[in-house]
């Protein structure tokens, strides 16, 4: 079964607008961290935001900010007066146990295309 | 502080040929991992250590071994190329196995014909 979700495969919008990239995910694990990682045409990646379960409070970092939602498994990530550097692909990732390791389990992308 | 470094960036291989994807980092980390990421299908672990001298095999691990015998570097083999391994790996490590953020080197584009 997926575990993290990023239902927006592409998403488009012109400069200036705000824009919502959705993730949703699953565990049973009652602590978990969650992540935000951005790809931009040069192909690094790049981490932004971690969360872990226990701290519902929404991030606020420049433009970006961060909806964390237990009640949903939602952890979705807006950029707000969208800028053409934003068009990247970014990766929700989810982080819990297994095997009493941690293993990372990627969504599949949101390719953010922002047109000027 | 280079972080995670990965070479060669790009690399050819024929059928059947094996090679070495190395990586390295500086920042001390106990957990390295490597990925390969295909269009369309995000990234996909391939194998990861959670200290020098321990590997563990992950989702996509057919094709290729690792070593780990120091905590700088984690290196990937690829046994006997096939055109199914082209893809874009990644190497990433990080400092808390339990949801530290991973660091992520350049990737190298493999390519096999």
């Known amino acids: 079964a997926q575990k993290v979700t990023q239902a927006q495969t592409e998403i488009s919008v012109v400069e200036k607008e705000d824009v919502t990239l959705d993730c949703v995910y699953e565990?049973?694990?009652?602590?978990?961290?969650l992540f935000w990682y951005k790809q931009p045409p040069s192909g690094e990646l790049v981490f932004l935001i971690r969360?872990?379960?226990?701290d519902e409070q929404n991030e606020i970092s420049g433009r970006y900010s961060w909806n964390f939602q237990k009640s949903t498994s939602s952890f979705n990530f807006t950029i707000t007066a969208s800028q053409v550097v934003d068009s990247a692909v970014y990766f929700c990732?989810?982080?819990?146990?297994?095997?009493?390791?941690?293993?990372?389990?990627w969504g599949a992308g949101t390719k953010l295309i922002i047109k000027p | 502080n280079a972080g995670v470094t990965q070479t060669p960036k790009f690399q050819v291989l024929k059928t059947g040929q094996s090679m070495t994807l190395q990586c390295a980092q500086d920042?001390?980390?106990?957990?390295m991992s490597w990925y390969r990421q295909d269009p369309g299908m995000g990234l996909r672990l391939i194998h990861y250590?959670?200290?020098?001298?321990?590997?563990d095999q992950g989702e996509v691990p057919n094709g290729y071994n690792v070593s780990r015998s120091t905590t700088e570097d984690f290196p990937l083999r690829l046994l006997s190329a096939a055109p199914s391994q082209t893809s874009v790996y990644f190497c990433?490590?990080?400092?808390?196995?339990?949801?530290?953020?991973?660091?992520f080197g350049p990737g190298t584009r493999l390519t096999v014909t």
């Open positions: 565990t049973r694990d009652t602590t978990y961290y």
């Open positions: 250590s959670v200290g020098a001298g321990i590997t």
């Open positions: 990433a490590s990080s400092y808390s196995l339990a949801g530290g953020p991973q660091y």
């Open positions: 990732a989810l982080s819990e146990a297994r095997d009493s390791n941690y293993q990372l389990i």
């Open positions: 920042m001390n980390h106990e957990y």
């Open positions: 969360r872990n379960s226990f």
